[in-house]
């Protein structure tokens, strides 16, 4: 079975820097994707970053990134001039690959809430 | 384009009870997930209706079950409920459920099992 691991339950980051938040995940597949989500305080989830396992090229979206490491099982999502708006709970996610349907299931971290000062 | 939505958005109820959450997905979507969020055991994975098939299923007890409806629509019941149900549903709809496709979620709704 797949497994995520956030071990930073809380992070702080003054407003306008970066900030790196931490996430590995152990896996015996080839074929898979990795997701950060951000959870504000309405409870929506909402997708922040994907990344594929066969893609070395790092995603980015704006301000986003993620250093992906797939030898090391790492993937952490690094956010760029930090704004109170990004103030929220992430949570790294994995799903597999394969064939359609096959396992659709997305498996979460435990989360890390991310404060901004302004 | 109109998002996930979620009905009831909170609840409470008894222990012993029955309870029936509902999920309308993004028009088009077919595939609807189910996680429950709690603070000790994060989110989990209930289930996944594609089709009006069960496709996946997570490790809950048969108190929990589901089923999809033909315009996609989905309804989620836990019966004789008990304490540790206490917890934030989410649904997430998406067009194949699989892969790299994008899984939107709704807001949730909270049940309070007293």
């Known amino acids: 079975a797949q497994t995520v691991t956030q071990s930073q339950p809380e992070m702080s980051v003054q407003e306008a820097e970066t900030v790196t938040l931490s996430c590995t995940y152990d896996?015996?597949?080839?074929?898979?994707?990795l997701f950060w989500y951000k959870q504000p305080p309405s409870r929506q989830m909402i997708l922040v970053i994907r990344?594929?396992?066969?893609?070395?090229q790092n995603a980015t979206e704006n301000r986003f990134s993620v250093n992906f490491q797939k030898a090391a099982k790492s993937f952490s999502l690094k956010i760029s001039d930090s704004q109170l708006g990004d103030a929220a709970m992430y949570f790294c996610?994995?799903?597999?690959?394969?064939?359609?349907?096959?396992?659709?299931?997305?498996?979460f971290g435990k989360g890390i809430t991310l404060s901004v000062r302004p | 384009k109109a998002g996930v939505t979620q009905t009831p958005r909170y609840l409470i109820k008894t222990r012993g009870q029955q309870v029936t959450l509902s999920c309308s997905p993004i028009?088009?979507?077919?595939?609807v997930s189910w996680y429950q969020q709690t603070p000790g055991q994060g989110l989990q994975f209930l289930f996944e209706?594609?089709?009006?098939?069960?496709?996946n299923k997570g490790n809950f007890p048969g108190r929990f079950s589901g089923r999809q409806f033909s315009n996609s629509r989905s309804e989620m019941n836990v019966s004789t409920l008990e304490l540790g149900d206490s917890a934030l549903y989410l649904c997430?709809?998406?067009?194949?459920?699989?892969?790299?496709?994008?899984?939107?979620f709704g807001q949730g709704t909270r049940l309070t099992v007293v």
């Open positions: 997430a709809s998406s067009t194949e459920g699989a892969g790299g496709t994008e899984a939107f």
């Open positions: 896996t015996s597949e080839s074929d898979y994707y």
């Open positions: 990344q594929e396992a066969y893609k070395q």
């Open positions: 996610a994995y799903r597999s690959g394969g064939a359609r349907g096959a396992n659709s299931k997305l498996t």
């Open positions: 028009s088009g979507h077919r595939s």
């Open positions: 209706y594609f089709s009006e098939t069960q496709r």
